[in-house]
């Protein structure tokens, strides 16, 4: 029985490692795994970290929030806007843009802003939306230690 039970484990471990197997960089060897090759494909085609539209989201989801629970701070400008990463997480998952930059406040203070432009995660699936965190104002820790877990 047990022996049975062993080489049913070891058939299993074999298939595993076989479809987990990756190029070099970490990313997998199947290109059917691709996003782009699903039932409902997605393009990969993303905004750029500097895009109006993103740091427009970013701006108006952040003064909504300071304004309805923490106070007076307000986003002003952005400068320092770079990408750091572009699907990182390899070409099976949902395609992001992940940037990086510095946010001034209307308190004269500047804080790092780090976010992902995420495809198909808009309203109802149709569009790209940001998910994004600011160093230093990130109060429930939801991306701690200080936006980190923003970060690819």
């Given amino acids: 029985m047990r022996r049975v039970l062993l080489r049913t484990a070891l058939a299993s471990l074999a298939l595993l490692t076989a479809a987990l197997s990756a190029d070099a960089s970490g990313r997998r060897i199947n290109p059917a795994d691709a996003a782009e090759n699903r039932i409902n494909p997605m393009s990969g085609n993303l905004p750029a970290c500097d895009d109006p539209a993103v740091l427009g989201q970013i701006t108006s989801w952040f003064n909504s929030r300071e304004a309805k629970?923490?106070?007076?701070?307000?986003a002003v400008a952005y400068d320092r806007i770079k990408p750091i990463g572009f699907r990182p997480l390899g070409d099976d998952f949902i395609p992001r843009r992940f940037c990086s930059g510095r946010m001034?406040?209307?308190?004269?203070?500047?804080?790092?802003?780090?976010?992902?432009?995420?495809?198909?995660?808009?309203?109802?699936?149709?569009?790209?939306?940001v998910n994004w965190c600011v160093s230093g104002l990130d109060r429930h820790r939801s991306y701690a230690p200080d936006c980190k877990m923003a970060r690819p």
């Fill in 104 to 129: 001034a406040l209307n308190n004269g203070t500047l804080h790092r802003v780090d976010y992902s432009v995420r495809e198909n995660l808009g309203l109802f699936g149709l569009t790209w939306n």
């Fill in 69 to 74: 629970f923490w106070g007076p701070l307000q």
